[in-house]
């Protein structure tokens, strides 16, 4: 994999070697931008699976190249030669050509399971790869998602037109090779581009949301929703995030939880007994985060709301204007402008608060906590990193800030 598509870069390295080689680095970004003075740095947390970790397996979908990197030949159940027309996989590092794997030592087995008898069914289907190049064909991308105790697998075709009869035939002929396959959805995406997910998804068969469970706590994940990709990782993450918040205390103590996805970090905080408020754009993981929250029976103790961050100041609930704890967990872009000058604010105005940024990419992290620091007078105080991605270059940041 190393060679091919350039992601594992420590997959052929002992994993501690290469553990504390991005360790050191991202300890050097952080340094660089002088946040580190008055801060604790805590040994990184190694991932509990250095390999087969990952639960979520997004693949693009392009014709097959005979000569591509990593080209896997086909075969049906019979053992017959099928003529290979789907290259499934990853883009090649810097490019659009498809690394092919029937296999990654990063994803979990069920997935890897299910790599090889997938591109064997599609073979055999009357369905066509997209070609991006001249906007033609009508499966683009395969998201596939394993639940990491059960085994339990959803698969969302990203299509250009409606596939129903024929995606669902294709379903039952991997249901019949022993897969388990418990939630299958459709995403239409007909624009041009590198969006992976398009604006419409149908349930195809089976579950709604695939079930998940961290920290004790129940789960239902969409086909389009936000979840970590290393879920046993995420839970010894999870649990640190518990630990510094700590038990709330006072009246009706307010937390923030901004980017908030499915909200897994604002029920962990609603168990403590802060009133929560996150914020998620995609309206999708919000209604799953909502229909978390009443599954855990902490509906009463977190609210969420469907907006951008940056556009969120002037919908906040007037309960919520104070908060005593702010976690944010945005993507690897990190925060917006607007964001950073509002959470400053947020905490100059607030000295007893509190300030945790979860962060996958150390970059933007050093970049936003710069300008929060200069802004507010905080400063950060401990900064722990865990193994969200064995073998790549990434690592999950966790940042807490206090004012004294």
Known sequence: ???????????????????????????????????????????????????????????????????????????????????NRFGIGLFASGSHDIVDMDSCPLHTQPIQNLLHDLRSELNRSPLTPYDEQRHTGQIRYIAIRAAHLTGELMITFVVTEP????????????????????????????????AIFGGTTIRLAGSERLRESLCDLAFEVGPTSFFQVNPWQAINLYRRVEAVAGAATGSAPVAWDLYCGTGQISLVLARLGYRVLGVEENDAAVKDAEANARKNRLADSATFLAARVEDAEALLPSWSQSPSLIVVNPSRRGLAESTRKHVARMLANQPQARFLYVSCDVNTLARDLKVICELSGFQVRQVEPFDMFPQTDNMEWLAVLNRS
């Open 1 to 83: 994999m190393k060679s091919q598509c350039g992601a594992c870069k420590y997959v052929n390295q002992d994993y501690s070697e290469g553990l504390q080689a991005k360790f050191n680095a991202g300890v050097a970004v952080l340094q660089e931008a002088q946040l580190l003075s008055k801060a604790r740095v805590l040994a990184p947390v190694s991932s509990p699976h250095p390999l087969a970790y990952r639960s979520l397996a997004k693949l693009a979908v392009r014709p097959a190249r005979p000569n591509a990197i990593g080209f896997a030949q086909s075969y049906s159940p019979e053992g017959e030669r099928l003529v």
């Open 163 to 194: 596939l129903k009869v024929e995606l669902r035939r294709l379903i039952s002929s991997l249901q019949r090779r022993g897969h388990k396959i418990n939630s299958v959805h459709m995403n239409l995406n007909t624009e041009p581009g590198n």
